[in-house]
């Protein structure tokens, strides 16, 4: 996706001076080349793509077309998926809450339901009672020691009373088929996903069970500028490393086994971090006690990233531009913090357009209704500007409130 002072000035005349742009060819390209990637050494091999990290229906509707399944954490992501014409069974609902209406609907018509915590099983025993004729699809949260350093919040203690309960429950009741073990652990540097890999393999070959799916959960960086990779402390692995890391373990392990479990990852940011751009304005530039500062129709909150600079293209728009150094970019909100780049240095003028990559991961969904509603989205790869988001307006946010 090429942008240049044309483009920026025919989407402006229509959508006003700040926008996102979603790039839905470059996700088809990350989602296949992740999946194709583990497939070469593990090949009944699948995504579940975390819904969370960005909802956008257009990516979720092209998951849904490439084979891939939703992972959801929430009734509202579960609805997304639903809307998006997503199949019941090619949904994974995982988090640590869920609303019992909600999960009673979704695991009746089919859905598959990974249980977090001892509470939800109780609350899961009642739905198999009141529909013994349905079968009620569940896998199970495993937590255990990975070295990260981290105690994870998330699913049970294998060696826990709690999870000997989930275990018999799942594998002995009538109506209720047992469909995976999953895990969750949030750091994404490439030395805990062999023990990752290796936790989940110790597990099933102590139990005795492969179960038909084994889901060893998302925490993987994507691909990104290089001027963003220099600033993170390690090495930024690349799809194939990760692959080597985890699909490796279970290759081997059950190279030699009759059954050969589908083995699922559930990225976010992998597959979707560099496929929107940020575009916004330069506003206003001051000095201040010899400092230079570019307020920007744009915020931190857009983008969201935080300290570190983004990858960013200045487009000269026409105006008049100075040279500037250590000139910071500033949002429109009214936070001192709220930076979007430290100490820029080059030419710079009022109107000018600010392009800000590597802005898929989080930024639409964590963007919060603050001093300013949310910005438009759209997709110009093909022969016509898409509009996948309109721009928020006050009713949009205020519609709720009681004046």
Same mark, same amino acid.
């Given at each position: 996706?090429? #942008?240049? &002072?044309?483009?920026?000035?025919?989407?402006?005349?229509?959508?006003?001076?700040?926008?996102? *742009?979603?790039?839905?060819?470059?996700?088809?390209?990350?989602?296949?080349? *992740?999946?194709?990637?583990?497939?070469?050494?593990?090949?009944?091999?699948?995504?579940?793509?975390?819904?969370?990290?960005?909802?956008?229906?257009?990516?979720?509707?092209?998951?849904?077309?490439?084979?891939?399944?939703?992972?959801?954490?929430?009734?509202?992501?579960?609805? #997304?998926?639903?809307?998006?014409?997503?199949?019941?069974?090619?949904?994974?609902?995982?988090?640590?809450?869920?609303?019992?209406?909600? *999960?009673?609907? $979704?695991?009746?018509?089919?859905? #598959?339901? %990974?249980?977090?915590?001892?509470?939800?099983?109780?609350?899961?025993?009642?739905?198999?009672?009141?529909?013994?004729?349905?079968?009620? /699809?569940?896998?199970?949260?495993?937590?255990?020691?990975? !070295?990260?350093?981290?105690?994870?919040?998330?699913?049970?203690?294998?060696?826990?009373?709690?999870?000997?309960? #989930?275990?018999?429950?799942?594998?002995?009741?009538?109506?209720?088929?047992?469909? /995976?073990?999953?895990?969750?652990?949030?750091?994404?540097?490439?030395?805990?996903?062999?023990?990752?890999?290796?936790?989940?393999?110790?597990?099933?070959?102590?139990?005795?069970?492969?179960?038909?799916?084994?889901?060893?959960?998302?925490?993987?960086?994507? &691909?990104?500028?290089?001027?963003?990779?220099?600033? $993170?402390?390690?090495?930024?692995? %690349?799809?194939?490393?990760?692959?080597?890391?985890?699909?490796?373990?279970?290759?081997?392990?059950?190279?030699?086994?009759?059954?050969?479990?589908?083995?699922?990852?559930?990225?976010?940011?992998? +597959?979707?971090?560099?496929?929107?751009?940020?575009?916004?304005?330069?506003?206003?530039?001051?000095? +201040?006690?010899? &400092?230079?500062?570019?307020?920007? *129709? !744009?915020?931190?909150?857009?983008?969201?990233?935080?300290?570190?600079? =983004?990858?960013?293209?200045?487009?000269?728009?026409?105006?008049?531009?100075?040279?500037?150094?250590?000139?910071?970019?500033? !949002?429109?909100?009214?936070?001192? !913090?709220? +930076?979007?780049?430290?100490?820029?240095?080059?030419?710079?003028?009022?109107?000018?357009?600010?392009?800000? /990559?590597?802005?898929?991961?989080?930024?639409?969904?964590?963007?919060?209704? $603050?001093?300013?509603?949310? $910005? =438009?989205?759209?997709?110009?790869?093909?022969?016509?500007?898409?509009?996948?988001?309109?721009?928020?307006?006050?009713?949009?946010?205020?519609?709720?409130?009681?004046?």
């Amino acid at each position: 996706m090429k #942008i240049d &002072k044309k483009i920026i000035t025919n989407l402006r005349e229509e959508y006003g001076d700040a926008f996102y *742009l979603l790039d839905s060819e470059q996700f088809q390209k990350n989602f296949i080349e *992740l999946r194709d990637t583990f497939r070469s050494i593990y090949p009944n091999f699948n995504i579940a793509y975390s819904y969370k990290t960005n909802y956008t229906p257009k990516f979720c509707k092209l998951v849904d077309k490439m084979g891939g399944y939703a992972e959801v954490v929430s009734e509202m992501e579960m609805e #997304i998926a639903l809307r998006c014409g997503v199949k019941h069974n090619r949904i994974i609902w995982n988090g640590p809450i869920k609303n019992s209406q909600k *999960l009673e609907e $979704f695991l009746v018509a089919g859905g #598959i339901d %990974n249980v977090d915590c001892i509470e939800e099983l109780d609350i899961i025993k009642g739905i198999a009672k009141r529909h013994p004729s349905n079968t009620i /699809n569940l896998g199970i949260r495993c937590n255990y020691e990975v !070295g990260d350093g981290v105690v994870s919040r998330f699913g049970f203690d294998v060696d826990s009373d709690d999870f000997k309960k #989930i275990l018999d429950y799942v594998q002995n009741t009538t109506n209720v088929h047992f469909y /995976n073990f999953q895990c969750h652990f949030a750091k994404r540097q490439i030395e805990y996903w062999p023990a990752r890999a290796k936790g989940m393999v110790e597990l099933i070959d102590r139990l005795g069970i492969i179960p038909e799916r084994i889901d060893i959960g998302g925490g993987l960086f994507g &691909k990104m500028d290089d001027s963003l990779k220099a600033q $993170f402390s390690g090495e930024i692995p %690349n799809y194939q490393q990760y692959a080597e890391a985890a699909a490796t373990v279970f290759a081997e392990y059950l190279k030699d086994k009759s059954v050969k479990p589908e083995l699922i990852i559930e990225p976010g940011s992998a +597959v979707v971090g560099d496929c929107m751009k940020f575009v916004g304005t330069v506003k206003t530039i001051k000095n +201040v006690r010899g &400092k230079y500062i570019a307020t920007v *129709l !744009g915020s931190q909150k857009n983008i969201s990233m935080s300290g570190v600079n =983004p990858p960013m293209q200045v487009i000269a728009m026409g105006g008049e531009q100075q040279e500037y150094s250590e000139l910071d970019l500033v !949002g429109f909100t009214c936070i001192e !913090g709220d +930076v979007l780049y430290h100490n820029y240095d080059g030419k710079l003028g009022r109107e000018d357009a600010i392009v800000i /990559n590597n802005c898929g991961s989080y930024s639409l969904v964590m963007k919060p209704p $603050f001093i300013l509603p949310n $910005f =438009p989205v759209l997709d110009i790869c093909g022969e016509k500007v898409e509009v996948i988001k309109k721009g928020e307006v006050f009713d949009d946010i205020f519609h709720t409130f009681a004046f």
